[in-house]
C-alpha cells in the first residue's frame, strides 16, 4: 500500500493500482471514525458547558438566597435591639405615664422622667427612619407598630412631643406619621 497526500489533516491510504476503488473506500471509512470522535468531543463539550452553566446558575441563586437571609436576620436583630431599648426606657418610666387620664391638661413629671420620654421618642424616631431606608422589612415593623403608635397617642408622649416637634421637621416622613398618631387619637 501507497500512502497519498493528506487531506485537511486526515491521510489517506490507497489500495495498490489493482484493487480501484479500495483506497477511496479506507479513506471514507478513516474519516468517517474521525468526525464521530469529533462529534463525542463536540457533545462531551456540550454537556460540559450546560453543566458548567448549572453550576453558576445553582451558585448565584444560593448568594441571592444568602444575602436575603442575612438582611432580614440584619433588620429583625436592628429591631429587636430598639425594641429592648425602648421597652427598658418604659420600664423606668412610673406607671402613671401609661394611663390615658390627665388628657385635659397637662402632666406633671420629673427632669428624669422626661428625658426618658424623650429618649423613648428619639429612639422610635431612629427606628422609623430605619424602616423607611429599608434597613427593618415591613413585615417586621408590623408587629410592633400598634404598640408604638398606641405608646406615642398616650397624654404623657403628646405632651412632649409638642415641646420636641420642631426637631423634626427636617423629616417631614415622621412628622406626618406622627400627625395621623395624634389625629388618630383625638
Same mark, same amino acid.
Given at each position: 500500500?501507497?500512502?497519498?497526500?493528506?487531506?485537511?489533516?486526515?491521510?489517506?491510504?490507497?489500495?495498490?493500482?489493482?484493487?480501484?476503488?479500495?483506497?477511496?473506500?479506507?479513506?471514507?471509512?478513516?474519516?468517517?471514525?474521525?468526525?464521530?470522535?469529533?462529534?463525542?468531543?463536540?457533545?462531551?463539550?456540550?454537556?460540559?458547558?450546560?453543566?458548567?452553566?448549572?453550576?453558576?446558575?445553582?451558585?448565584?441563586?444560593?448568594?441571592?438566597?444568602?444575602?436575603?437571609?442575612?438582611?432580614?436576620?440584619?433588620?429583625?436583630?436592628?429591631?429587636?435591639?430598639?425594641?429592648? &431599648?425602648?421597652? @427598658?426606657?418604659? /420600664?423606668? *418610666?412610673?406607671?402613671?405615664? +401609661?394611663?390615658? #387620664?390627665? $388628657?385635659?391638661?397637662?402632666?406633671?413629671?420629673?427632669?428624669?422622667?422626661?428625658?426618658?420620654?424623650?429618649?423613648?421618642?428619639?429612639?422610635?424616631?431612629?427606628?422609623?427612619?430605619?424602616?423607611?431606608?429599608?434597613?427593618?422589612?415591613?413585615?417586621?415593623?408590623?408587629? &410592633?407598630?400598634? @404598640?408604638?403608635? /398606641?405608646? *406615642?397617642?398616650?397624654?404623657? +408622649?403628646?405632651? #412632649?412631643? $409638642?415641646?420636641?416637634?420642631?426637631?423634626?421637621?427636617?423629616?417631614?416622613?415622621?412628622?406626618?406619621?406622627?400627625?395621623?398618631?395624634?389625629?388618630?387619637?383625638?
Amino acid at each position: 500500500m501507497r500512502s497519498g497526500k493528506s487531506v485537511i489533516g486526515i491521510s489517506t491510504i490507497t489500495a495498490p493500482r489493482g484493487n480501484k476503488g479500495r483506497g477511496t473506500q479506507v479513506a471514507q471509512g478513516s474519516w468517517a471514525r474521525s468526525r464521530k470522535v469529533e462529534g463525542g468531543i463536540a457533545a462531551l463539550d456540550h454537556i460540559l458547558k450546560f453543566m458548567t452553566l448549572g453550576i453558576i446558575i445553582v451558585g448565584i441563586t444560593a448568594i441571592y438566597t444568602a444575602l436575603h437571609t442575612n438582611n432580614r436576620r440584619l433588620g429583625a436583630d436592628i429591631f429587636l435591639r430598639y425594641s429592648e &431599648r425602648i421597652s @427598658d426606657l418604659r /420600664r423606668r *418610666l412610673p406607671t402613671a405615664a +401609661f394611663h390615658d #387620664e390627665g $388628657a385635659g391638661g397637662t402632666i406633671e413629671m420629673t427632669p428624669d422622667e422626661r428625658r426618658i420620654v424623650h429618649e423613648v421618642i428619639f429612639s422610635i424616631f431612629e427606628l422609623y427612619e430605619l424602616k423607611v431606608h429599608g434597613f427593618v422589612p415591613p413585615g417586621i415593623w408590623k408587629i &410592633r407598630e400598634p @404598640d408604638i403608635e /398606641r405608646v *406615642l397617642s398616650l397624654p404623657v +408622649f403628646q405632651q #412632649e412631643l $409638642a415641646v420636641v416637634q420642631g426637631r423634626f421637621a427636617k423629616h417631614p416622613r415622621f412628622a406626618a406619621w406622627l400627625d395621623q398618631i395624634g389625629q388618630g387619637r383625638a
